[in-house]
């Protein structure tokens, strides 16, 4: 016992300096680079004319702002009360909380190269054909008429539109951003690297072997269904993941697991219902089940 208990200490602390080291140096690069990017240039881009474009903007905006599936909803809210398209705005609901750069520079370090274009492309097409879809069919009769004060990126404003404000500013705030948002998250971190080191140490390879000996076609669904209820980050969820794939677990129902459980949580679902009524609701669910699952697919296929 107090070897394991060693072991998982260990690999404890090694994934846990990796993975804060990664975050600190990616999340320093974007925050300063966010700062230069006008959001009135990209919310008029997400307006435009062009359903393609405008489709396309939502899920680029998703891309670029790091928030978990319930910080999603200040914004989305924001964006429904600008009159966004409909279109762009469940796009954008999808892509944020599984895309944003320093989570892709994480799985290439944790997956590679190849898995990581893999998941970023299917998760970023099926972000755009459901929200197509979504607004095809007129679900935007489902969305509840509310008023919420937005959270839009007010903070960086400043540092646009100042002309002569120099770099060491820029930098000092890019340090200070980067200081807020790992203490929002290094618990996240902490635990999911926890997690990954129990898993790791301690689960017995016989279970997770009987597990990766069943037909991967109905162990797909299964963890996309038990993904979705769940509140993990992806930032929790990726080094949990890494765990079950050193020890045996195929990442077909690994990367089905990580994006339901990314894409959708229960207190998520229950602010949505604040927004929009049932019938919308109960779609974004499907929704985030059917990305999972057929992406679990994919990945099943390629064989990877």
Not at 120 to 141: A, D, Q, R
Request: glycine share 6%.
């Amino acid at each position: 016992m107090p070897d394991l208990v060693t072991k998982v200490l260990l690999e404890f602390l090694s994934l846990s300096k990796n993975l804060l080291v990664l975050f600190l140096g990616i999340s320093f690069f974007i925050s300063f680079i966010q700062a230069y990017v006008p959001f009135e240039k990209v919310e008029k881009w997400m307006g435009s004319k062009n359903p393609f474009l405008g489709n396309l903007a939502g899920a680029l905006l998703g891309f670029i702002t790091p928030f978990c599936s319930c910080s999603t909803i200040p914004l989305l809210v924001t964006m429904l009360n600008r009159n966004v398209p409909f279109q762009t705005v469940m796009t954008y609901l999808f892509t944020s909380p599984l895309l944003d750069p320093w989570i892709l520079g994480l799985m290439a370090y944790i997956y590679g190269v190849k898995v990581t274009a893999i998941y970023t492309v299917t998760t970023f097409v099926f972000s755009m054909i459901i929200g197509w879809y979504l607004n095809k069919k007129n679900y935007k009769e489902q969305v509840k008429k509310v008023m919420i004060k937005g959270n839009l990126p007010e903070q960086d404003e400043r540092r646009r539109k100042d002309l002569v404000l120099n770099i060491k500013e820029s930098i000092k705030e890019s340090i200070k951003e980067t200081i807020d948002l790992i203490r929002s998250v290094l618990v996240y971190i902490l635990i999911g690297a926890f997690v990954g080191a129990i898993i790791k140490e301690a689960v017995p390879t016989n279970f997770l072997t009987f597990i990766s000996d069943q037909n991967q076609w109905w162990v797909i669904p299964l963890a996309a269904i038990i993904g979705v209820p769940l509140y993990i980050r992806l930032s929790t969820m990726l080094p949990i993941a890494q765990a079950l794939l050193v020890n045996g677990f195929p990442i077909a129902p690994t990367m089905a697991l990580l994006i339901g459980g990314a894409g959708a949580s229960l207190p998520e679902i229950i602010m949505l219902k604040s927004i929009f009524h049932k019938k919308l609701v109960s779609a974004f669910v499907v929704s985030v089940f059917l990305m999972a699952t057929v992406s679990g697919y994919l990945f099943l296929v390629l064989e990877l």
